[in-house]
């Protein structure tokens, strides 16, 4: 005869069962927002919650946990008479081109640019031993809100070395990438560029400026762009809204 259950083991085997749910909801939320940020979903509006179950073959409870996520991340929202509506879109930005941001979402509308800040300045060390310059050196330090339609997408903050970036004063920073413009200044197209991405908690400076809550995690590229003969020209820290911006890339394995 089997033993009887250990009533202490019972709410080890609850709280196993509770798990599995917000499992299984992270996992379906996770292929909703795919379905959702891809243009899968017609006019907007979610199928119903027991249409999404079938499909995925879920749980009903399943189904509402995964939307309730999904809400918490302001991608959807709940509508009486209508049903479960798509209420953020997300802006692809590329990683496997070396782009601007205007020639990266040039389809989705006019990226304008708010000057913040643009002068030279005396370099801190990560940043002259980054630049390839003597520690102390001037650079030309550029920091501007980047838009989409309006809408605060990104935070720029740039560094050039002086001879390169004193060049930028004169120019268009309002509405032209420095991509273009180093491009038109050096005569020939940039060369590559190394990149780290990573999220970090928007400072209060930052999520004000974004419009975004504080604290609020953003996503922070940090490119250094070089010229064809390697030369670093251009040392960037970008806070993207998370919310806002997803990257993407094709990536190749190579045995």
Do not use: W
């Amino acid at each position: 005869m089997p033993a009887e259950p250990v009533p202490a083991a019972r709410p080890v085997a609850a709280a196993r069962r509770r798990r599995l749910r917000a499992d299984r909801a992270r996992q379906l939320a996770d292929l909703l927002r795919h379905q959702i940020l891809a243009g899968g979903v017609p006019g907007g509006v979610l199928p119903l919650e027991d249409v999404i179950a079938a499909d995925y073959r879920a749980s009903r409870n399943t189904v509402r946990q995964a939307l309730d996520l999904l809400r918490g991340e302001r991608i959807v929202e709940r509508q009486p008479g209508v049903g479960t509506v798509v209420v953020c879109e997300k802006y692809p930005h590329g990683l496997d081109r070396l782009q601007g941001l205007a020639e990266t979402l040039r389809e989705h509308g006019r990226v304008t640019n708010e000057v913040r800040t643009v002068g030279p300045v005396s370099a801190p060390g990560p940043v002259a031993h980054r630049l390839g310059l003597p520690e102390h050196a001037d650079v030309l330090c550029v920091e501007r809100l980047r838009r989409l339609d309006g809408l605060p997408l990104s935070l720029d903050l740039s560094y050039l070395p002086m001879d390169i970036g004193g060049e930028l004063l004169g120019c268009d920073l309002e509405n032209t990438d420095v991509f273009r413009l180093l491009e038109q200044l050096t005569g020939g197209p940039l060369g590559h560029a190394e990149i780290t991405l990573e999220a970090v908690n928007a400072d209060a400076h930052s999520a004000a400026v974004l419009q975004a809550p504080r604290g609020a995690a953003v996503l922070m590229l940090e490119r250094l762009t070089r010229l064809p003969d390697g030369r670093p020209v251009d040392l960037e820290f970008i806070r993207f809204r998370g919310d806002r911006i997803t990257m993407s890339g094709v990536l190749h394995r190579s045995l």
